[in-house]
């Protein structure tokens, strides 16, 4: 049983170059989410999908895209990266109980 | 700027001792409460979950919640090194199964 799987695990990207972290998950969720987690910073909402079709910005959307084509895939992307994107990034889906399944992160370096 | 605050830590506990772990949310509309278990380098994990005033109790877990006072607890019984990781707090914060995570309280346990 994958759950949510998101690929790359690890990437170093050079700043102003573009990239797209994927998600997609296997459990006929509703809701997916991308977050990004910051040391000693907690889980911060960049953008969040209720459907196929509609997505809605968190709170950390600025740098960001997403897109929700179908109820498995929910990629981000991210242009033009900078220093302060550096982080781990995590997608979670959930089936509309708020309880998140997580996918095993993205950690992300852009220098 | 709905919040969720907890104290960093590290807090460590002896092997068989009780941990407790304290969350505060400014939200008062909140009405769903949740607690993850991150290991250093992992995603989260849910293992509880608290909707309305009072103690749950799953195993070695209880989960605390004072909806007058804004405060949720995490009681683990009989700690083990396994419970060695970050928990975080989080609750529901505006529709769609959204939340907000607290930073995490680091806990250690000492064998």
């Known amino acids: 049983n994958a759950g949510v799987t998101q690929t790359p695990k690890f990437r170093i990207l050079k700043i102003g170059q573009s990239m797209t972290l994927q998600c997609t998950q296997d459990?006929?969720?509703?809701?997916m989410y991308w977050y990004r987690q910051d040391p000693g910073m907690g889980l911060k909402l960049i953008y969040y999908s209720v459907g196929a079709g509609i997505t809605d910005k968190g709170e950390v959307p600025n740098g960001y895209n997403v897109s929700r084509s179908t109820t498995e895939d929910f990629p981000l992307r991210l242009e033009l990266a900078a220093p302060s994107q550096t982080s781990v990034y995590f997608c979670?889906?959930?089936?509309?109980?708020?309880?998140?399944?997580f996918g095993q992160g993205t950690r992300l370096t852009v220098v | 700027q709905k919040e969720v605050e907890q104290n960093s830590g590290p807090l460590s506990v002896p092997e068989g001792a009780i941990a407790s772990l304290n969350c505060t949310y400014s939200?008062?509309?909140?009405?769903?409460f949740f607690w993850y278990r991150q290991y250093s380098g992992k995603s989260p994990e849910l293992i509880m979950s608290i909707y309305s005033n009072g103690d749950k109790e799953d195993g070695r877990f209880t989960a605390q919640l004072n909806k007058a006072s804004q405060y949720v607890s995490l009681l683990i019984r009989d700690s083990q090194p396994s419970d060695s990781a970050t928990y975080l707090c989080?609750?529901?914060?505006?529709?769609?199964?959204?939340?907000?995570f607290g930073t995490g309280t680091k806990l250690q346990v000492i064998p």
């Open positions: 459990m006929n969720h509703n809701y």
């Open positions: 939200d008062r509309g909140s009405q769903s």
């Open positions: 989080a609750a529901d914060s505006g529709g769609y199964q959204k939340v907000t």
């Open positions: 979670a889906s959930s089936p509309g109980t708020a309880e998140a399944f």
